[in-house]
């Protein structure tokens, strides 16, 4: 089944503007969190938001969570070039340490000065 | 801050060669796993790896993948026989191992295979 589907594919915006990256996924969660991948690199891991919770901060990043529609969003607010990256939710249904993360295809964040 | 350590950074094999690939966890971390991500693809679970065991693995992990903590720090991935369609950057990640939906996975900077 596939999981944590991003949308929009692609976004370029202005720095200092806003991005919201939205993820959507189809079975029940445990976790869901936010990784960031620049061009051809590791991935970093942003946020965690467990299913129990709505909305959480990092800085300039604010996650959502809303478990009845299935989804979660990524607010990166007042952007900087260095934001420009591809961004990954990863979904955990297993609930206990160890289980494999489920990756969707990611939003391409492209932020020019 | 610690960090999870890959090596190589790119491996080019020939089709049918056997390689490993290596990666040091964050030390205390007891969860281990590898990902891989084929070019332009999402990325995708192979394994985890726990107290010496595969706690789970994909579909993708079949015969020719095995995995190995060899030592006290290292955390293997070989593939014994490399096909064309192996040609991916692979992660090693890991995880403390905390309960209650927390438990964050830590990833490496990737080993680029390109399987000639």
């Known amino acids: 089944s596939q999981q944590g589907e991003e949308d929009p594919q692609a976004l370029s915006i202005q720095e200092g503007e806003n991005a919201t990256m939205n993820c959507s996924y189809k079975t029940s969660i445990n976790n869901l969190q936010w990784y960031r991948q620049n061009s051809g690199r590791g991935l970093v891991h942003l946020i965690l938001i467990r299913s129990n919770e709505r909305e959480k901060h990092s800085g300039r990043l604010r996650v959502t969570l809303d478990t009845s529609k299935k989804s979660s969003s990524l607010l990166i607010t007042a952007s900087r070039a260095a934001d420009t990256a591809s961004y990954f939710c990863a979904t955990d249904a297993g609930g206990q340490a160890g289980t494999a993360l489920i990756f969707g295809k990611g939003t391409t964040l492209s932020v020019s000065s | 801050e610690p960090e999870v350590t890959q090596t190589p950074s790119h491996q080019v094999t020939q089709m049918g060669q056997e390689v490993i690939l290596r990666c040091v966890p964050i030390s205390n971390h007891l969860y281990f796993y590898w990902y891989r991500q084929i070019l332009g693809q999402k990325v995708e679970f192979l394994v985890s790896?726990?107290?010496?065991?595969?706690?789970?693995k994909s579909e993708i992990f079949d015969d020719q993948f095995s995995v190995e903590r060899p030592d006290g720090s290292n955390f293997t991935l070989k593939i014994r026989s490399t096909k064309l369609e192996d040609s991916a950057m692979y992660f090693c990640?890991?995880?403390?191992?905390?309960?209650?939906?927390?438990?964050?996975?830590?990833f490496g900077p990737g080993t680029r295979l390109t399987v000639l």
């Open positions: 990640a890991s995880s403390e191992g905390k309960a209650g939906g927390t438990d964050t996975q830590y």
């Open positions: 790896f726990y107290n010496n065991e595969i706690s789970e």
